[in-house]
């Protein structure tokens, strides 16, 4: 009997799939007997065979894990050291399987000479993490932009050496390998649900959602969300729309001659003020204001923030502090640039984040977040360290048959 039930399942769950995803019959018989209810809600969405054998479901529970770096620099030997050291990569300098999540806060370029093989490591391993099921984000930083405009003040001679001379290395940045991957792969500001069962990155986020798990979500830009900073929603989309917009106007202009030795060359003349506004001392790309302000001024401010963006954390660089990532708030700021490149000397560190939601109940679920702050010389810091219940409805759609 238990052999006959077991093939009506299987018939009956085939014409199912034949209705709604034909293709998904290339999923091993035995392996759809034992496929659950959500399993089977997820095959109606349309996922891939290996996502529903291998991805865990909402009503298992789920964990991620997440890894930032700060300001780079130049400096790749100190890079993979704190990459090694965070657990992203392994002994051979490749995506290690041990993250799901990979955020780098920018300024990559500028005052060290390995520009172009810290931008071919990102590519490399945000092709190997993808290859994974892992995620690699990447944000511009003011530096990245500074280049774009032609602001070499932090360039090395050294360095342009590397790329074969000034021109070739103009048309490296504008339309060669890293200006391609900086308008394809960076965004100037990124948002990460927690879990893509919360969302996945970079969707946008409008405000209106006000749920306990809607700002389940890391905000991560190069300077900081300045609370007076007008295009803040929906978030990320905004930000990086008008940062599209200005990036191709200064990848496809004439590169003017570099400044120093010429004069600084500026925006383009086509610039809109929305554009203007990201660039200036507001924008995301230079607001220091959450790490020199007073605790009390950014504590006063900081929820208004992660409010407009959906977040409960905000992640930046920008602003060094060389002995450690700080952190303000209870966890609610951190800033993450400690000064890697040997141009500062600062401490080699790294953000880890681990998240996990176990079902308790019916629509209850108790979430654990545990933020550290990972150094290469001396113990981890512990930042946050919560356990909550909360109530949420994170079963995932089934599409209409």
């Not at 799939?17 to 035995?30: C, G, K, M, S, T």
């Not at 940062?243 to 004069?263: F, I, T, V």
């Not at 003349?269 to 203007?276: I, N």
């Not at 079902?359 to 360290?385: F, M, R, S, T």
Request: proline share 6%.
């Amino acid at each position: 009997m238990p052999r006959l039930v077991s093939a009506f399942l299987v018939v009956l769950v085939s014409l199912l799939l034949y209705r709604v995803q034909p293709q998904l019959l290339h999923v091993p018989l035995d392996s759809l007997v034992n496929l659950g209810h959500e399993t089977l809600d997820r095959l109606y969405s349309g996922q891939s065979p290996q996502e529903v054998i291998t991805t865990p479901s909402a009503a298992t529970g789920f964990t991620s894990h997440i890894v930032a770096v700060g300001d780079l620099h130049g400096d790749l030997p100190n890079a993979l050291r704190v990459l090694k050291m965070s657990g992203v990569i392994d002994d051979a300098g490749n995506w290690s399987g041990d993250v799901d999540v990979l955020a780098q806060t920018g300024d990559i370029i500028d005052r060290g000479d390995d520009t172009i093989a810290l931008y071919e490591l990102m590519d490399k391993l945000r092709e190997q993490a993808t290859a994974a099921g892992g995620v690699v984000l990447s944000v511009l930083g003011n530096h990245e932009w500074m280049n774009a405009i032609g602001d070499w003040r932090y360039v090395y001679p050294s360095e342009i050496a590397t790329f074969g001379g000034i021109e070739e290395r103009q048309e490296s940045l504008a339309s060669g390998a890293i200006g391609r991957s900086w308008a394809t792969n960076y965004t100037t500001a990124a948002r990460l649900p927690l879990h893509r069962v919360l969302g996945q990155p970079n969707a946008p986020y409008d405000g209106t959602e006000q749920t306990s798990v809607s700002h389940a979500a890391l905000s991560f830009v190069h300077g900081g969300l300045s609370p007076t900073y007008e295009n803040l929603a929906p978030y990320p989309t905004k930000i990086n729309q008008v940062a599209s917009s200005l990036l191709r106007k200064l990848q496809y202009r004439k590169q003017p001659p570099p400044h120093p030795p010429h004069p600084y060359p500026g925006l383009p003349a086509s610039t809109t003020m929305e554009e203007g506004k990201l660039y200036d001392a507001n924008g995301p790309l230079w607001y220091r204001g959450w790490a020199l302000e007073s605790e009390q001024t950014v504590c006063d401010s900081v929820d208004s923030v992660l409010k407009k963006t959906g977040t409960r954390r905000m992640i930046m660089g920008h602003t060094p502090d060389f002995t450690g990532i700080v952190s303000r708030c209870n966890g609610k700021i951190i800033i993450i640039d400690t000064g890697i490149s040997h141009a500062y000397g600062g401490v080699l560190a790294a953000l880890s984040i681990s998240y996990s939601l176990k079902p308790l109940g019916e629509n209850l679920w108790e979430e654990k977040e545990l933020v550290k702050a990972l150094y290469a010389d001396q113990p981890a810091q512990i930042i946050v360290d919560e356990v909550k219940e909360l109530v949420a409805d994170l079963k995932l759609p089934i599409e209409n048959l």
